[in-house]
C-alpha cells in the first residue's frame, strides 16, 4: 500500500492562487496579512499560522473548512451561524459565483471586512447602501435584501436592551415605514 503524504498547506495555497491567478497582493489584502507574508509562506520561509481566524480566513478565501488545513485547531467556543450569512453564501451558489469574484466585486478596503461576514466573525452591515452593495452582486431581489436588513436591525436592537415582542407595535409600524420607503426608492 502506498502511504498518501498529505499535501503542505503552503502548497495548497500556492496552487489555490496559480489555478485561480489570484495575485498575491490581492489575496493577502483578502486575509488581512501583508504581501511579504504571503511570499514567505508560499516560499516556506516563514512556518503556515496557527492562528485561527488568519486559517479561516484562508479557508473562506479558497472555499474550504478550516480543518483542511493540519494547522487548525477548532475553537472552543461555540460557532454560531447566521441565517443571514447562510443566505448570502446561497446566493453565492446560485449565482456560481466564487468567494475569489464575489470579493473582488467590492473596493480592496471592504474585502477584509466582507471575508470576516463570510466566516461569520462579523455580523451583517446595519447600514443599508453597504448591505444593498453585498445584495447587487449577488442578485438579490430588493424584497430579500430588505429582509436581511430587518433582521439585522431587529438583533441590534435586542442586543441593546430592546424587547422587540413588547413594542411589537412600534417595530412593526418602524419597519413598515422602512419597507415602503426603501422598496419605492429602490424600484
Known amino acids: 500500500m502506498k502511504q498518501i503524504i498529505p499535501e503542505k498547506s503552503s502548497e495548497k495555497v500556492a496552487k489555490f492562487l496559480q489555478k485561480t491567478s489570484l495575485h498575491k497582493r490581492d489575496f493577502a489584502e483578502m486575509i488581512g496579512v501583508t ?10 520561509t516563514v512556518p503556515f499560522s496557527t492562528r485561527g481566524t ?65 466566516r461569520g466573525a462579523l455580523p451583517l452591515p446595519i447600514d443599508y447602501k453597504e448591505l444593498t452593495l453585498i445584495g447587487r452582486t449577488l442578485n438579490m431581489p430588493n424584497e430579500e435584501i430588505y429582509k436581511l436588513w ?13 424587547n422587540i415582542y413588547s413594542n411589537s407595535s ?14 419605492k426608492n429602490e424600484s
Open 170 to 183: 412600534l417595530i412593526n409600524s418602524m419597519f413598515d415605514c422602512a419597507k415602503k420607503h426603501v422598496l
Open 35 to 44: 504581501l511579504s507574508y504571503v511570499y514567505n509562506l508560499i516560499d516556506e
Open 54 to 118: 488568519t486559517i479561516e480566513r484562508i479557508a473562506t478565501v479558497m472555499e474550504l473548512k478550516p480543518d483542511e488545513f493540519g494547522e487548525y485547531r477548532i475553537p472552543q467556543e461555540p460557532i454560531l451561524i447566521d441565517e443571514s450569512v447562510e443566505t448570502i453564501k446561497d446566493y453565492l451558489k446560485e449565482n456560481k459565483l466564487s468567494v475569489v469574484n464575489f470579493l473582488k466585486s467590492f473596493p480592496r478596503k471592504k474585502r477584509l471586512d466582507v471575508v470576516d461576514i463570510l
Open 150 to 162: 430587518e433582521s439585522r436591525l431587529k438583533q441590534v436592537l435586542e442586543s441593546a436592551g430592546m
